[in-house]
């Protein structure tokens, strides 16, 4: 199988800048499309941002023009630089991976943007 831990989140003022890792280990052949979701309490689980195994990105409406999302494959890693954060961007951040048409999550970092 394939484990995902994510790592960079933590408390910052509105405004300021997050970026959260995810790193891929395990039975690692060819990873394709690397996902950022993200879920506030109470609140449906948003995906925030994709990027594909050709580098093509996408993301929501929310977070267009101030996030951004990367990968390294050599490290097997993924990342969500953010900027200009907004108290609304406070929630538990997931990133997810497929590969062979398994899909796996990893187990989520809190990110808190204060006012």
């Known amino acids: 199988q394939v484990q995902l831990v994510e790592s960079g989140g933590g408390l910052v003022q509105a405004g300021g800048s997050l970026r959260l890792s995810c790193a891929a280990s395990g039975r690692i052949f060819s990873i394709n499309a690397m996902r950022w979701y993200r879920q506030a309490p109470g609140k449906q689980r948003e995906l925030v941002a994709t990027?594909?195994?050709?580098?093509?990105?996408n993301y929501a409406d929310s977070v267009k023009g101030r996030f951004t999302i990367s990968r390294d494959d050599a490290k097997n890693t993924v990342y969500l630089q953010m900027n200009s954060l907004k108290p609304e961007d406070t929630a538990v951040y997931y990133c997810?991976?497929?590969?062979?048409?398994?899909?796996?999550w990893g187990q989520g970092t809190q990110v808190t943007v204060s006012s």
């Open positions: 990027i594909t195994s050709s580098g093509r990105t």
């Open positions: 997810d991976a497929n590969q062979f048409g398994a899909r796996y």
